[in-house]
């Protein structure tokens, strides 16, 4: 079985049934062995802000050491999103596995009318992937209510109702208090509930689940929160039980995610020993996209899946901790929500574009436009897409002004794609080569036979709405090109992957077709041309990277690393080994306190420092740009303070605050691809497709660093080479290094003297002949910076794949 054909089987179950009751997910359960007994759960129940719960909860466990699985719901682009086991999302294998093993079983319920529903069959499968991981506790999410929500098949060890507001009222009940009664029967057997309810949603609360721990900025809560308000794209924030106290900031903005976060802490205390330091670093880890997310701040631009008025009135509150002129309002909802008590949460917006997510529960734009009119002042128009509805906003906003997209998650995934698409080039050079890359976009075999002879020339491989991808195929073959679809129905209600072949004079023409076409397909013509250009954009600043690939030399002030340990730990031994780097051609020293080889040990904040520091300041005055290689924020700023030029941060900005110093001093960072620093010898990472899975999760990770200030001329992407990938893994990365582009970011690629060559004999950390091969790959492949151990071989490697590449342009 193919990936389309088992994401194609879930997407095609009934979503929606008459029948109350966990009996379906227990039967399907029961034919899996009953996985849900493995792992302790966690569930996480309200009307607003349990996703958000959720995300805080799986972070802060994860940052005390535990193995932790989570559940959501919605997704924003990938079905597999809604199931992660340590922050990554399911791979593709385990989808075809796990449908494998369950298709008959739910093709003979439906044969008696009584097949699982989508949820449900997700819910089972989550409990599958965490029984099958081992994981320590398993975060759910619950989908609907409580009490009959498929994840209620557990006896949870904790739980949580965030806050209650009339929602699913035709399925929890027409008051506050019934839906609220029915959300309370997660609580456990023998701790108590944690809650934000208050009112008359407390009190039905305290009605069914007995003993509960109230969270809120009330003096009669148990667990106090305050909100110190929103410090840059953070906010500050105190929480204080009966004996415990954190102040931390939060990458989730509002008072209400506040609430939320001390609901987190508290479910947190009682799952598993959690420090001070765990919770803190915990909540300011917990990124969840689409939640106030700012995407820009010339226009102030955010988007929010607020989807009823209490959520909609808590981000227009939030808004108004920004400074900003006029309004203007980009709304997708759905047909089952209040939209005119969801316009009137807007009454501020001056400017308004009502738009159709894709999605068959969205509302019409029309429908939606007339609700803006009745609840606002707003001059109000109509676009069919969502990616147009924005374009159309910016278009209309001043650099004073904001760009509000709400309504529904789904209309956030359609607009967040403007500044997460990767459009990624692929170099194909042959047949073979071609059904391949056809293949890997879940084209069906038959299409990819029958296509593989058009890709031959210029091939680029993205993911966009199914209509998108109906029209991008009909145009291609009128201009005589091709475009492979994913095998993926429509039923998916997401993005499916394509692959575009065409000769580039083919992709010129369809941009311009694309310009001022609807669906959002004349956002995506200007993303195209970007692609077809693959080169940077123009650099605004003047960086060793900016006419060439540039050679960093490393320098490891630690006795451990792997090949060059203990040999430069004095002062003026290190500062002989740079000088000697610099004469041989180094563009950058890139200087190291810690050994980050699998199973090394962390070294304190204050050694690495004492380290680092002294060479720093005695090479400040060196011409040559001096970066420091650290994943701590606090070394990362003395260094910089002694006169580093870049940040090298090998765990990918895993510390929240490194991407806000690197935009403090306003200079380059380096994020590294890498599940977890030091890598773990002995754990076992699977990638569908190294590449695609690597450009996917180092995506929202170059966003990070690009929300807190940094222009991606100044974020270095390194995908990470050696690091929880296998040999042949890490060759594929190199041979592909050029799909990186995608990012819109420079390349580094660091594979000196590493295991990676093992694969070809040579012995990992004494293997210069084969990195010097390495290099001149990497550089012949696009590679912006290199960073190796021995300069003097490598930059001839440099120099001569270069001059193959321009001979005319040698010696200029």
């Known amino acids: 079985m193919e990936f389309h054909e088992a994401a194609n089987f879930l997407f095609e179950l009934r979503r929606f049934d008459s029948r109350a009751g966990t009996d379906a997910t227990r039967s399907l359960l029961s034919a899996l062995s009953d996985p849900q007994e493995g792992p302790r759960c966690v569930q996480v129940a309200g009307s607003n802000g349990k996703g958000s719960t959720a995300r805080m909860l799986e972070r802060t466990l994860r940052e005390a050491g535990l193995d932790v699985g989570l559940y959501t719901s919605p997704h924003l682009d990938d079905v597999r999103e809604r199931i992660r086991v340590n922050g990554r999302k399911v791979p593709e294998a385990a989808v075809v596995e796990f449908v494998e093993g369950v298709r008959e079983y739910i093709t003979d319920c439906g044969a008696e009318g009584a097949s699982p529903t989508f949820f449900e069959t997700l819910t089972a499968f989550a409990f599958w992937e965490f029984d099958r991981q081992d994981v320590d506790v398993a975060v759910l999410e619950v989908g609907i209510g409580g009490k009959y929500d498929a994840t209620s098949v557990v006896d949870p060890v904790a739980s949580a109702v965030t806050s209650v507001t009339l929602e699913h009222t035709h399925i929890l009940g027409d008051t506050v208090e019934e839906i609220a009664t029915d959300k309370a029967h997660v609580a456990p057997a023998d701790r108590p509930l944690v809650t934000g309810a208050t009112g008359d949603a407390l009190a039905a609360v305290r009605e069914q689940a007995g003993d509960v721990v109230t969270v809120g900025d009330g003096e009669e809560s148990e667990v106090h929160v305050s909100y110190g308000g929103r410090d840059g794209l953070e906010a500050a924030v105190g929480i204080e039980g009966p004996d415990w106290a954190v102040d931390t900031h939060l990458p989730l903005l509002g008072a209400h995610q506040a609430h939320n976060a001390g609901i987190a802490a508290t479910l947190a205390r009682q799952v598993a020993d959690v420090s001070r330091t765990d919770i803190e670093r915990g909540l300011r880890n917990a990124h969840w996209p689409g939640r106030f997310e700012v995407m820009g701040e010339s226009p102030l631009v955010v988007l929010d899946g607020a989807h009823n008025p209490g959520g909609l009135e808590r981000t227009v509150e939030t808004l108004g901790s920004f400074d900003y002129d006029d309004l203007h309002v980009v709304l997708g909802a759905m047909v089952d929500k209040d939209h005119a008590a969801i316009a009137a949460e807007l009454a501020d917006a001056g400017h308004a574009v009502a738009c159709r997510p894709n999605v068959d529960r969205a509302e019409s734009p029309d429908v939606l436009a007339e609700a803006l009119r009745e609840g606002t002042d707003a001059e109000v128009r109509t676009r069919s897409d969502v990616a147009g509805a924005v374009g159309m906003a910016l278009d209309a906003a001043d650099e004073g002004d904001a760009v509000l997209v709400t309504g529904s998650l789904y209309a956030v995934r359609e607009a967040r794609t403007r500044w997460t698409r990767p459009v990624v080039p692929k170099d194909v050079d042959s047949i073979p080569e071609a059904r391949e890359t056809i293949e890997a976009a879940h084209v069906t075999s038959a299409g990819a036979w029958r296509m593989r002879g058009k890709a031959v020339h210029r091939v680029l491989r993205t993911r966009v709405q199914p209509r998108q991808a109906q029209y991008l195929k009909e145009e291609l073959l009128s201009l005589g090109g091709e475009c492979a679809v994913s095998g993926l129905n429509d039923q998916a209600e997401e993005r499916v992957d394509i692959v575009m072949m065409g000769t580039m004079a083919q992709f010129k023409r369809l941009a311009d077709k694309l310009d001022g076409q609807p669906y959002g397909l004349s956002t995506f013509s200007d993303e195209l041309r970007e692609a077809l250009d693959i080169r940077q954009p123009a650099a605004g600043a003047d960086y060793p990277w900016s006419d060439g690939t540039a050679v960093m030399g490393i320098l490891n002030i630690t006795p451990d690393s792997f090949h060059d340990g203990g040999e430069y730990n004095a002062v003026e031994d290190a500062v002989a080994r740079a000088e000697s780097m610099v004469e041989d051609g180094a563009d950058i020293l890139d200087i190291g306190g810690e050994s980050t080889r699998p199973g090394a040990d962390p070294v304190p904040v204050e050694d690495e420092i004492e380290r680092v520091v002294p060479v720093i300041e005695a090479l400040s005055e060196t011409d040559v740009?001096?970066?420091?290689?650290?994943?701590?924020?606090?070394?990362?700023?003395?260094?910089?303070?002694?006169?580093?030029?870049?940040?090298?941060?090998?765990?990918?900005?895993?510390?929240p605050e490194m991407r806000l110093v690197a935009a403090d001093h306003d200079v380059p960072v380096v994020v590294m691809h890498s599940i977890e620093t030091p890598v773990d010898p002995?754990?076992?990472?699977?990638?569908?497709?190294?590449?695609?899975?690597?450009?996917?999760?180092?995506?929202?990770?170059?966003?990070?660093?690009?929300?807190?200030?940094?222009?991606?001329?100044?974020?270095?992407?390194?995908?990470?080479?050696?690091?929880?990938?296998?040999?042949?893994?890490?060759?594929?990365?190199?041979?592909?290094?050029?799909?990186?582009?995608?990012?819109?970011?420079?390349?580094?690629?660091?594979?000196?003297?590493?295991?990676?060559?093992?694969?070809?004999?040579?012995?990992?950390?004494?293997?210069?002949?084969?990195?010097?091969?390495?290099?001149?790959?990497?550089?012949?492949?696009?590679?912006?910076?290199?960073?190796?151990?021995?300069?003097?071989?490598?930059?001839?490697?440099?120099?001569?794949?270069?001059?193959?590449?321009?001979?005319?342009?040698?010696?200029?």
């Open 625 to 655: 740009a001096v970066s420091v290689d650290t994943r701590k924020a606090a070394v990362a700023r003395a260094a910089l303070d002694a006169g580093a030029d870049i940040l090298n941060d090998v765990s990918g900005l895993e510390d």
């Open 682 to 812: 002995d754990s076992d990472i699977h990638y569908d497709d190294v590449v695609g899975d690597v450009i996917d999760e180092l995506t929202e990770r170059v966003l990070l660093a690009e929300k807190a200030g940094l222009d991606r001329e100044q974020i270095l992407v390194d995908p990470g080479i050696g690091f929880g990938k296998s040999p042949a893994e890490s060759f594929e990365l190199l041979d592909r290094i050029g799909e990186f582009r995608a990012l819109g970011c420079p390349i580094l690629v660091g594979h000196s003297h590493k295991s990676l060559f093992g694969l070809v004999g040579e012995r990992p950390g004494d293997c210069l002949e084969a990195t010097i091969a390495g290099t001149t790959m990497a550089t012949e492949r696009g590679a912006d910076v290199i960073r190796v151990h021995d300069v003097a071989e490598n930059v001839a490697a440099v120099n001569v794949a270069n001059a193959a590449a321009n001979p005319d342009g040698v010696g200029e």
